[in-house]
Structures are given as structure tokens and as C-alpha cells.
């Protein structure tokens, strides 16, 4: 998915659009009319599914309004001020329905369910499939194309006769590339459409597998795979507690995970005063999710997404108690040449935007 440009901009209120939600979601909706006070900028990048996190002190869960703003062909989140401000607060666990107590636009305490926020990211999801499915294809998200996609890439190595499931698959363009590569692949996603598309897709590299799951309920037997990827998704999953238990139970014993997801420690917030060189504390030390659209070489999305972010020390310890050894951290950026030579990227990477984890299950 596309990244943000940075460039500063005085702010401007904005009525947000968003999709219909299911009704015991329809409560969500917000009126930015009521803003009021100082509107910043922050900047939200891309790349599905949802959770309780590993103890009862559960990280708080904060989720700002935002959407696409027209302009070099990036994606954009706007801080929308202290009305349009949802603080989401862990109250429950799976036998209790993964309650979210949400406190929104008037102020006043609603109850939801992990189950809703689900429906909603599917749904839109299923709204932004054809248009995900051009951006891919045509290849016009550069942060992709240029960057990332060669990190996971070298991060896997070789994968000639490996077992490989790729989780969160879209519509499969990777899982083409590694079945190019010799890999026997699987590729699940929560998105009916771009699964569908995934499985329509010719591929003269010889097909890869594709299933319509969510990735906290693989339909794969224990130990199937030798290696999980996961491109772009965690960004997508209020808590990934119970997707890396998952992983865990279909990897074999020494079996990898290779995540590429946001850097939260540097996705710099914006505003009229100038610009931070990193998170602020209260943000960073929150698990937080910002609704955007996508805006990717000039095409804007016609559904919001959230995109969460989590401190390293999430990271950290809820691999650790779902049965990983982390073995690598990277952090994908553009080389010395790319940002010199070409505007693009010194507009369009300030400071480190992914992170890139590799590790294996005990």
C-alpha cells in the first residue's frame, strides 16, 4: 500500500467518509463537525483479522480518525483532534467475546466486539479489493515495488522445496513469486475477492494454493510449513496475539516467520508547530489504529482502513509467550543512491517506516 507524503499543510476539517459498517458496529460512525482545537498530522502507511492481547494488562488500544488527501500519490491519516479521538481499552477474553469498551465523539462509553471490528475490516476490505487488485498488478506502489518486497525477499533466502504459507496473501503476488522460486505455497486471506482473484490469476511458475481464512484459524494441520510470511498484515490486526499462536501451531519445530510491518517507533506525527523526529511517548507506548484511505499513485481507495501500530516491546513478548525466538530485526530502507538521485524518496521517506522480524518457533 502507498505511504504518506510528509509535507506539511495548514490543517483543514474534513468530514470523513465512511463505509457502511454492520449494525452492531453502526455506532462507530463519527461526525468530524464537532472537531474542534489543533488538527495534526499523521502520516500512516499501509500494507487482517483481530484479538486479546498475552496478560491481563493489556496494551491500550487508541484509534484516530483519517482519510486520503489528494496529492503525489501517498496515503494519508489524519489526527482528527480530541473528538474524533477513539480510545479502545482490552476488557475482556475469548470466552467473554473479546469485549472493546470505546469511548466516542460525545463522549460517551459503548461496548463492541472484536467480532464487529472483524466484520468491518473484511467488509472493507471486500469494497477496496478491485482497486488493490490494479495498484498490485499495474505496480504503482513503490514503497513495494522498490523496497520492501526485496527485504522479505532476502530475509526468506532460498526456499526451493520449502513448505511455505503466505499469510495475509491478497491477491497473491507473492505467493506467485515464491512458487516462481520452487516453494510449494499456500496463501490464506480474510478477503473472499482478492482471494478470488489470487486463484484466477495465471501463473506459468506453476500455481500456488489459495483459501478463504482468517489467520487465527488456519485451516492447516499442526506442523504443515517450514516457513510463514507474513507482508504487510500485522498493521491490519488490533491484537496479533492469537495469529502468532496459530502460526505457531502450523509451523514445524525450527520452523521461521518472516513479518514485515510498520515501524512504530518512528512514524513521525506532523502539525502547524513542525515536525517530531519520532513517536511521542503517549502514542508509542499505545497500541493505536488510524482509519485511512489508501491514495497510491494517484488512486484513492473507496473504503477506509484502520492500521494499527504496537510498541517493540508487543513485539517482543507476545512472540516470546506464543512460542518464537526472535532472530533478526531489519529495517527496510531506501539506499544511499535511491534517496540522492531521486526526489520521490527523499519526499517520501523522512525516517524509518518498516521493521522486518525473522523468527523461529522453538
Known amino acids: 500500500m502507498g505511504l504518506p507524503d510528509l509535507q506539511q499543510r495548514r490543517p ?20 468530524t463537525a464537532r472537531d474542534r482545537g489543533l488538527q495534526r498530522r499523521l502520516p500512516l502507511l499501509p500494507g487482517v483479522d483481530v484479538h486479546t492481547a498475552r496478560d491481563e494488562t493489556r496494551p491500550r488500544l487508541r484509534r484516530q480518525a483519517g482519510r486520503a488527501d489528494p496529492g503525489t500519490g501517498t496515503a ?28 466516542v465523539g460525545n463522549g460517551e462509553p459503548v461496548e463492541d466486539t472484536a467480532q464487529a471490528i472483524a466484520i468491518q475490516t473484511q467488509e472493507r476490505w471486500e469494497a477496496n479489493a478491485d482497486y488493490w487488485v490494479k495498484v498490485i498488478r499495474e505496480r ?38 515464491l512458487t516462481g522460486l520452487g516453494a510449494d505455497v499456500d496463501g490464506v486471506d480474510a478477503c473472499q475477492s482478492l482471494i478470488d482473484a489470487a486463484s484466477a490469476h495465471p501463473s506459468p511458475e506453476g500455481k500456488a494454493r489459495f483459501a478463504h481464512a482468517t489467520v487465527d484459524d488456519l ?62 511517548a ?11 484511505r489508501f491514495l497510491v499513485d494517484g488512486l484513492e481507495s473507496p473504503a477506509e482502513v484502520t492500521s494499527w501500530l504496537r510498541p517493540l516491546e508487543f513485539y517482543a513478548g507476545t512472540l516470546r509467550d506464543t512460542g518464537f525466538v526472535i532472530a533478526d530485526l531489519r529495517e527496510p530502507h531506501p539506499s544511499e543512491g535511491m534517496m540522492r538521485d531521486d526526489p520521490w524518496w527523499r519526499k517520501g521517506f523522512p525516517t524509518a517506516m518498516f521493521m522486518l522480524l525473522i523468527a523461529e518457533r522453538r
Open 12 to 31: 483543514r476539517q474534513q468530514r470523513l467518509h465512511t463505509p457502511e459498517l454492520p449494525v452492531a458496529a453502526q455506532h462507530r460512525r463519527r461526525d
Open 76 to 103: 494519508r491519516g489524519r489526527l482528527q483532534g480530541q473528538t474524533n479521538e477513539t480510545d479502545v481499552q482490552h476488557a475482556g477474553s475469548a470466552a467473554q467475546g473479546h469485549r472493546l469498551n470505546r469511548r
Open 140 to 177: 504503482r506502489d513503490r514503497y513495494r515495488t522498490e523496497l520492501t518486497d526485496a527485504a522479505v525477499l532476502d530475509a526468506i533466502g532460498p526456499c526451493e522445496g520449502l513448505r511455505v504459507l503466505d499469510a495475509g496473501c491478497g491477491e497473491g503476488y507473492l505467493s506467485r513469486t
Open 219 to 280: 485451516p492447516f494441520a499442526d506442523g504443515t510449513f517450514d516457513l510463514v510470511v507474513c507482508n504487510h498484515l500485522f498493521s491490519h490486526l488490533p491484537d496479533p496475539t492469537d495469529a502468532l499462536r496459530e502460526i505457531g501451531r502450523v509451523l514445524k519445530s525450527g520452523g521461521r516467520l518472516v513479518l514485515l510491518t510498520l515501524h512504530p517507533c518512528f512514524y513521525v506525527e506532523h502539525s502547524e508547530r513542525g515536525s517530531a523526529q519520532s513517536v511521542p
Open 282 to 292: 503517549a502514542q508509542y507506548f499505545s497500541s493505536r489504529g488510524i482509519d485511512q
